[in-house]
């Protein structure tokens, strides 16, 4: 963090207040003292860092009693360059909160080896830096919380979002079968580059501005666990047609004007239904485990990289444009390169 020892300057970006709305955000690089190793962290060089959309929520301040100033920014890879011997040099990735604590948008940051794992030997900077949080995202929703089993139907709802497609990779990976659910016929034909394209019989994607998309639903349904990104949008639909006695319905995200449902709690236990929710900055501890984990997925070609098109590489000193680009620009992720 920015409060500790440092030795020389490096380059970051500084928050010193949240902004009132999404076109005022206009992010500055500053000159901070550079980081000193701690007891059982790693000093890592960051070459690129993500952007997601709590860090954008965060510069605009939907984080209640979030640290002000401070550096924002939560995924990164980089190499190690001082620590743990058995670290030193290492290529890395890891997450930071960086809501409530200095995150990674800088050149340095001294880590907690529990938060990191060394990069699969197939990715670039720029593809490990672009799927931190989406990454962990779907794995302790699917694995940790859930436990999801080889065999059993999974929706997933935006099923091309970033945490969509980890999630669906991830339930292929581990041998049970992903249905994703995704707005239109565009963002179907996008989910064939990650080899979801119904035709192999262990997934399917389907297109909600088909007229019978719900009547497709069911008919591959019930399914044991949901994956919900759409806040209360068809909840009743979801909950009420497609989720199997004994299921789990797990939130992820849900914005203002979607986040209210009604349950039927006597429904609720007689259907032995459980409701779970995804926070990932309460989850720091989990992180290196779970990219320790898929580690061997990536190497032997099992799990994709997200897509980080050439347009979507910025400069630290662009991480304004950078930040709108996050939430604009379409099918890609946004990273800031800093090296």
Not at 81 to 95: C, I, L, N
Not at 96 to 110: N, P
């Amino acid at each position: 963090g920015i409060n500790a020892e440092y030795g020389t300057r490096m380059r970051a970006l500084l928050l010193d207040h949240v902004f009132p709305a999404f076109e005022a955000i206009e992010l500055q690089v500053a000159q901070l003292p550079k980081p000193t190793v701690t007891a059982g962290n790693c000093l890592v060089r960051v070459h690129a860092a993500g952007i997601n959309n709590s860090d954008i929520g965060g510069v605009l301040g939907y984080f209640p009693n979030s640290k002000l100033p401070r550096v924002p920014g939560r995924d990164f890879s980089g190499v190690v360059e001082d620590g743990p011997a058995d670290w030193v040099g290492k290529r890395v990735w890891g997450s930071l909160s960086g809501i409530y604590e200095d995150g990674v948008h800088r050149e340095y940051v001294d880590i907690p080896v529990s938060q990191i794992g060394e990069m699969p030997s197939n990715l670039s900077m720029v593809q490990a830096a672009s799927m931190g949080v989406p990454l962990v995202t779907a794995y302790l929703a699917l694995f940790q919380t859930n436990h999801i089993q080889k065999g059993e139907k999974v929706l997933i709802t935006g099923a091309n979002g970033a945490v969509g497609l980890c999630a669906m990779q991830l339930v292929r990976w581990k041998g049970a079968i992903p249905v994703g659910l995704v707005r239109t016929q565009d963002k179907k034909e996008f989910m064939k580059q990650f080899g979801f394209d119904s035709t192999s019989g262990s997934s399917d994607v389907i297109c909600m501005s088909d007229e019978n998309w719900q009547a497709q639903v069911k008919k591959i349904g019930p399914f044991l666990r949901i994956l919900n990104c759409l806040g209360n949008i068809y909840f009743q639909f979801l909950l009420n047609d497609c989720l199997a006695d004994g299921g789990s319905f797990i939130t992820y995200s849900a914005i203002p004007g979607q986040r209210e449902i009604t349950v039927d709690l006597f429904q609720q236990y007689r259907r032995r239904l459980t409701f779970s929710g995804i926070n990932t900055i309460h989850d720091e501890a989990k992180w290196g485990y779970i990219f320790n984990e898929v580690k061997q997925g990536f190497e032997k070609d099992e799990l994709k990289a997200l897509i980080v098109d050439q347009s979507a590489h910025f400069p630290l000193e662009e991480a304004s444009e950078a930040y709108r680009a996050a939430k604009t620009i379409k099918n890609s992720r946004v990273i800031m390169n800093l090296i």
